[in-house]
């Protein structure tokens, strides 16, 4: 396997065409813009309805700082281990890029655990989605943040294991590189949610 | 048990109207015919191989053009129909609840599921081919995509008899398309029908952007880049700037409805023209995504068929960017009686009023390219000059609708309508049959026959005026849109019979347009030189229908038009190619999984519709399954043999 896909890599530069692994990262950088602009009209949807609470609770109401920070660090410091599981990758060392992407999904993981305790709470106090349009667009924005960071545990967990079988190869090599853009980019999405809905909510 | 299926049936399948029980008849009949056809002539295998499964650019750009026409013939039959029931004051034909269904599903149709299509298919024909390349850039995602917009097309359409249409507009408005307006299903269907297509149309835009940034033949510099290809990066770029935003609005109304959410309801703080900003920000851009692909098919066969280079290849290129870009910043001309005060409107009347100004050099460079050229009219060059002023006056009766004080008149009435048609017919439309003739010969490795395109060219155009110039009169008479009948004392009669008349013109167009093919799939005119029309163009260096592989030899591009100075190089004997080597070529293998996935995308969109959890679920699950499925699959790629290339060449009766 190794030996097929170093051998397409060089084909492709020989052709002097275009570079497929290159090419597929390039996509991928596309792709981010429309991620990008998927969070951006859900922030505006948030900004616009903020205030129509409908009589029922308001963001001081229902956030509870010490647990977002708690999020936000377990957040940042994942994007951190990713950062060092390039690192590894960069310097060939397959045993350490599996345990820092596991460290990473790891940390995913709390962070999504945490989040749906504090969302599950606030449903368990009767602060549902149908509620107001405010926490509408609360759940619908921190739930879709939430539910990309499980599809990229998910995501890196299968690439954990083709690392396991198929060691450090061009292919792999790009895949594990594209997470890690889609994990720092999931970290700085939360830097807004934390901004927009927690620290403008509180303030 | 049997009175509890019976009341089961009678609420799934759409039930008491003659119409839709001869819909239920003639659907189970094909169904019946085409498995038939399958098992009979032992087609099943070859279809599975050579088409459900393919990840070739020219097929899957095929099968996008076939669902475009079979999408045209339903959208245009709603058309008729709505002309039918306005043929005459209080006719009779249609409820007024059916006509709600049918122009909302003619609107749908028409613009999802005929234009992006059919834009689409002429993408993957064409793309490739000009750029010297010999696939797109994911060739994977482009079969997905083609059957994500396929399964999304199917769930939009069987609401027609399973569950019941949609009924709020085009783009379902709330509060009308909430859960208060309209309880039934039919949203549902729009909603997951446009959405799981919609994702497809978001990953053609990734794939075809990164196809022309990164895989054109050496030596071909941006400015050397054909015009059609740059028509098709500044409407991908529309495109993935806009489609997530559709993507979003749709996913709202749809937590509105399944889960009680108030983003866009009347209550609980919602706002309902939130969601009617978020869709036009995507609705605007949308109807550029349409026409600047063939902005760029006119520019081809302008320049081909005056057998002159293109006018002011730049300034095309900087109207079609700044299109692309303006086009954002128009979005409030749609509901100017908004009441978004006077600062607002201006903004947006005057940037609708900046955007005429791209599109008014384009009308002149075409002109000037056409000045003292030798200019021949086969029927796309034909469409191209009809387009012309056709345009023109549509562009203009938008300019007059963008003055906003004079919107408030405008708005909603039939002179909108005839001006949209106007600009959607005689510009997106005219332009994709213009494509369609002028590829055909390269998809299929035979031309269209001239006599009869000519018939329906003349058929359609004269339909067209007939139908829709007197609507702009009787728009201006006060007769606003969405009504399904009107009075004797209104005057409107004579106008509307006449646009029926029109109406129904067009409908005998695209008969002889079908006619058309059928004749020339009979009496088959073959193209066996590859470039029918005297191209300028990469795509019609190579033979007709392309090789798998598309190119044998990676072309080198030295000038614009590279194709006709090499023949004007060749014609001065001064070739200078070196024949280069023939090396085995890199191809991606068919897959299944993208036919897959979309069934399972289906499945979980069919199951949301009717709020079915035990069938969404396992249907995302699949989606899951396939998109991990292909993860762990390293065996995608061949290499095509040099003797295979040499044999298939041959046959092409081209010596390499």
Redesign the interface.
Known sequence: MTHSANHTNELVHEDGHHDLEELRKFGFWLFLITDCILFSVLFATFVVLREGTAGGPGPKDIIEMPGVIAETFILLTSSFTSGLAVLSLNKGSRQGLIGWLAVTILLGACFIGLEMSELLALISEGHTIRTSAFLSGFFTLVATHGLHVSVGFFWILAIILQLSRHGITPVTTRKVQITSLYWHFLDAVWIFVFSVVYLMGVM | MLDNLKDFASWFFVTGDPLIYGADVSIVMTVIAILFVLTFFKKWGWLWREWLTTVDHKRVGIMYIISALLMLFRGGFDALMLRTQLAYPDMKFLSPEHYNQVFTTHGTIMILFMAMPLMFGLFNIAVPLQLG?RDV??PFLNALSFWLFFFGAMLFNMSFVIGGSADAGWLSYPPLSEMTGSPGVGEDFYIWGVQISGIGS?MT???F??TI???RA?GMTWSKMPMFTWSVLASCIAI??A???L???LA?LF??RY?????F?M?????SM?YVN?IWMWGHPEVYIVVLPAFGIYSEVVATFSKKRLFGYASMVFAMMAISVVSYYTWLHHFFTMGSGADVNTFFAISTMIIAIPTGVKIFNWLFTMYRGRISFPTPMMWTIAFIPCFVLGGMTGVMLSVAPADFQFHNNYFLIAHFHQVLIGGVAFGYFAGLFYWWPKMFGFKLNETIGKWAFWIWNIGFYVCFMPQYVVGLDGMTRRISTYGWDTGWWGLNFTSTIGGFLMGLGFLFTVWQIAHSIRFMEKDTTGDPWGGRTLEWSIPSPAPIYNFAI?PVVTERDEWWEEKQRNAAGKASKKQQPLS?I?MPKNSALPFIQAVCWFTAGFGLVFHWLWLAIPGLLGV?ATL?AH??N?DT?YYIPVDEIQRTEAEARRTV
């Open positions: 390349a850039a994911f978001l835009g990734i794939n952007i990164a940034v990164k895989m050496p993935i700037i489609f997530p935003v993507t979003v609005t709202l937590v509105d889960l009680g959410a108030h983003f309801t209550d609980g703080g919602g706002n939130m978020l990676t085995p890199h899951a991990l993860s762990f390293y790629d």
